[in-house]
């Protein structure tokens, strides 16, 4: 197949990346210049394991290319817009302005026959309403609402190997052709037997929003059970391990500790509220609020405790702060709860040092008011406390007794609870964490 991803972001750039690897001839198209020219040079613009690897091989066989040049689309077979729909500034809905402005530039490009396939997170009636718009423009192209269920940090995998499909498809005839185009796109996947949904525009549309809005729910939770391990002297991961035996329950995403961030949960259930307002369903939704103030309060929760730690005062203490990204394999800073504990931290007086493997760049740009550190050891270096925020691997692997050697005072917050308490009490440190005793 021929296929355009209009939109060359963390979902675009991996999307483009995997569908020539799977041996389409794909054109990744953005506005961004810098990250066209990035892209066409084989780099990849953010951190994401697997995908320089992919960007090189795809550009060697020539089936993946890049412009900032849409009219370029014309004569391809399909077009995935991957286009991002972030909150719009001061209110929860979503902001659809890329959304709308990639289809309304791609339109008058489409050649008949051809099919239009969202990825973007949108609210339910989006695709409806886009659909309305081609058909305005070309009305033998057809559009299909496919969404995309990619973890940063695992996106390549899960791209080229989904653990589900959902296809949005359009009413009447059109459908067989979009499914038809959809089936070739995924030949692979589908010869795998992942699991396939067909369904309508409003359900596919559903389906994205109701799964981060469960994932979001899951966390909110066991953070929840945290503030009362807390207040009881109970151990929330035990909790956490033992309930998550009950194959109704899993164990997935039932670790409790600083909550959510990134580009997608946060805002997509903020956006789902909006949306159920508008549809008058607005009860419906509610709790989702209750799911944002909890996970909000783990962010205070972890500042209160670091002052503890430091024995009531902030004031002067210098922090070492170890992750900034929103999550491990990742330099998204995006709503990155690390990167505004580092932030409140510092706003209230501790002089904090901050280290990420991978975030540092990103996290400098949006404060550029903290101190940043070229390794863990650095930031730790004469440190009165280090709080561990994002759970990287080399996090969970330090040695507490080495470590011991380079801070002024061994105390720590494991707002992860990414370390083992014992071993780290053993070795002599004051160690605190979100929901343990
Ligand atoms: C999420 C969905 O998982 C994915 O299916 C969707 O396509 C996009 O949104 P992503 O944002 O990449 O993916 O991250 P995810 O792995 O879901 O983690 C989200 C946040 O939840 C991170 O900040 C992570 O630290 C936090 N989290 C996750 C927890 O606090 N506890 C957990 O048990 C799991």
Redesign the pocket.
Known sequence: MRITVIGCGYLGAVHAACMAELGHEVLGIDVDAAKIELLSAGRAPFYEPGLPELLTSASATGRLSFTTDISRAAGYDAHFIAVGTPQKKGEHAADLTYVDAAVTSLAPHLAPGSVVIGKSTVPVGTARRLAGIIAGVQPEAALAWNP??????FAVQDTLRPDRLVYGLPDGDAADHAKTTLDEIYTVALGNDTPLVVTGYETAELVKVS??AF?ATK?SF?NAIAEIADVTGADVTKIADAIGYDARIGR??????????????PKDIRAFQARAGELGADQALTFLREVDQINMRRRVRAVDLTRELLDGSLLGKKVAVLGLA??PE?DDVRDS?SLDVASQLRAQGARVVAFDPQAVENARRLHPELDFAESAADAARDADAVVILTEWREFRDLDPAEFGQIVADKRILDGRNCLDPDTWRAAGWRYRALGRP
Not at 148 to 153: A, P, Y
Not at 252 to 265: I, Q, V, W
């Open positions: 995309e269920f990619l973890r940063e940090g799964a981060n994932l966390i066991i997935k995403f039932l670790n409790a500790g600083l909550g959510f961030g990134g580009g997608c949960l929103f999550k990742s709860p």
